[in-house]
């Protein structure tokens, strides 16, 4: 039994708040507090996938193209890079998310906000500052000293020059 609604998944009775993003406008992502992100499809409701998720839950969560990056509360300072794989064998719409690794913070992660190029993120943090990473090779490019976070990419696209 697990219907989702805004804001809130009812799993197995239980309401548990969580984060919430749009993937491909035609599903939805809710992290709860269950170690898990449910994949839900907007037009059924049912739940076409699930990612693993942190068993302390999910800080935010964010989407560039085939990845999903999602965030941990404290004491987890990490940012968890999924890729979706198709089911080999299976319906069109089968899939899977796999874990690519972690970007590792040395404090929990307040927000993540990718690129748009499925290479590049932004990742803010309390006492670190704003990170720029490369979470396809969880490589941290850059550090900026603490400061606004200005809503990452928003303003116009990022480029990253090679070299």
Known sequence: DQVAHTG???INGA???MAFAEYDEKWHLLAGFAGHCLVVDCASYEIVATIEAFANGVQ???VDGDFVLMSAPSPEPRVSVHRRRAVVGSATNSFRFECQGHLVHSSSPREVEPAGDGRHCLTRT???GVMLWDFRSKVLVHRLPHTSFCHGFCARPFVVADG
Do not use: E, R, S, V
Request: contains cysteine; proline residues 0%.
């Open 8 to 10: 809130f998944a009812f």
């Open 15 to 17: 309401a548990t708040a």
């Open 60 to 62: 935010c969560i964010a």
């Open 126 to 128: 309390n006492d670190a």
